[in-house]
Nanobody, 123 residues
């Protein structure tokens, strides 16, 4: 059974940085490297929204306009992990962040979700 586990969330001041990690497990060897992966987020009282995506091999990355230039998605297939580096954080980035896959193109989600990690940005 495929499992995704996010980590790295926390409380940070406006303008600060965080790096989220998502580790996959339950996959046969080499499967993760074929997965396109994404990050979504859900703020209180709002619908879940797509944030960033990365294709298998990492050749293509895409970002929501709201995070473009501030967030960077990356992957390490040897560690079966995907990352989200978040810089210049704003209070409106406060949300629960979810790892998702496999799916492409965005914003269509895949079948597997992590449990989420809370990111809170104080002003």
């Amino acid at each position: 059974q495929v499992q995704l586990a996010e980590s790295g969330g926390g409380l940070v001041q406006s303008g600060g940085s965080l790096r989220l990690s998502c580790a996959a497990s339950g996959l046969t060897f080499g499967t993760f490297s074929r997965y396109a992966m994404m990050w979504f987020r859900q703020a209180p009282g709002k619908e879940r929204e797509w944030v960033a995506g990365i294709t298998n091999g990492g050749r293509t990355t895409k970002y929501a306009d709201s995070v473009k230039g501030r967030f960077t998605i990356s992957r390490d297939d040897a560690k079966e992990s995907v990352y989200l580096q978040m810089n210049s954080l704003k209070p409106e980035d406060t949300a629960v962040y979810y790892c998702n896959g496999p799916s492409w193109p965005p914003p269509n989600p895949g079948p597997h979700w992590g449990q989420g990690t809370q990111v809170t940005v104080s002003s």
